[in-house]
C-alpha cells in the first residue's frame, strides 16, 4: 500500500521549542491533493497517508523533512529537485 510520505509531494515538518525538543510532525501535501491535511503524524499510521492509493498525482520520491531549527536554512533548501524547490518556495510565502 502506498502512503502520502512516501510521494515526493509529501512534506514533514517538526514542530516544537528546537530539534533537541520535537513535540511532533505536521505532514501536508505541497500540491494540497489531500484534504484531510496538515495532519499530526503521531506514528506514521494514520489512516489520513492512504491517500496515496488514489492520489492521481502520487508520484514515488524523496520529500523534504523539516527540522525545528532549520538547520539548511530556507525551506527550499531541504530539496534538490527543481520542482519541488518551487514548489517549497510557494509554500514559504
Known amino acids: 500500500m502506498k502512503k502520502c510520505t512516501e510521494c515526493k509531494y509529501c512534506i514533514e515538518q517538526d514542530y516544537g521549542y528546537s530539534n533537541w525538543t520535537v513535540e511532533g510532525t505536521d505532514v501536508d501535501c505541497l500540491l494540497h491533493k489531500n484534504s484531510e491535511f496538515p495532519k499530526d503524524k503521531f506514528?506514521?499510521?494514520e489512516p489520513e497517508l492512504l491517500f496515496a492509493e488514489k492520489c492521481d498525482s502520487f508520484s514515488?520520491?524523496?520529500?523534504?523533512?523539516i527540522d525545528c531549527d532549520q538547520e539548511n536554512g530556507e525551506l527550499w533548501e531541504y530539496?534538490?529537485?527543481p520542482e519541488i524547490i518551487e514548489l517549497l518556495k510557494k509554500w514559504d510565502s
Open 43 to 45: 506514528y506514521g499510521e
Open 60 to 65: 514515488a520520491g524523496d520529500h523534504p523533512e
Open 79 to 81: 530539496s534538490a529537485d
